[in-house]
């Protein structure tokens, strides 16, 4: 099992940066899978990012590729998300996601979520 608490979040200008973090529970953290959602109100939870257990590949969805960057440091059971040039359009609870078996975009795959952090992209 692993708990996951997102921080970072908050009220920001167009084209400015934000970076989330995502600090898990636990000794195993590098045994899992890691990534990035978000759901916008009324809208489905999508997926952002994601990075494989070492750290060495990451996916990203289209909206966000070049703009955002996803990174771990196992060391401190942390995973990360540089928010660059943010546009309205990113605003949204981003959630953080876990697990040990799945490496995918499709959110019911991962199992277990932290309680979100709001993100509020101003024009």
């Known amino acids: 099992q692993v708990q996951l608490v997102e921080s970072g979040g908050g009220l920001v200008q167009a084209g400015g940066s934000l970076r989330l973090s995502c600090s898990a529970s636990?000794?195993?953290?590098?045994?899992?899978?890691m990534a990035w959602f978000r759901q916008a109100p009324g809208k489905e939870r999508t997926f952002v990012a994601a990075?494989?257990?070492?750290?060495?590949?990451?996916d990203y969805a289209d909206s966000v590729k070049g703009r955002f960057t996803i990174s771990r440091d196992n060391a401190k059971n942390t995973v990360y998300l540089q928010m660059n040039s943010l546009k309205p359009e990113d605003t949204a609870v981003y959630y953080c996601?876990?697990?040990?078996?799945?490496?995918?975009?499709?959110?019911?795959?991962?199992?277990?979520w932290g309680q979100g952090t709001q993100v509020t992209v101003s024009s």
């Open positions: 996601a876990a697990d040990y078996a799945h490496y995918t975009r499709v959110n019911v795959n991962w199992d277990y």
């Open positions: 636990g000794r195993t953290f590098s045994r899992y899978y």
């Open positions: 990075i494989t257990k070492s750290g060495a590949s990451t």
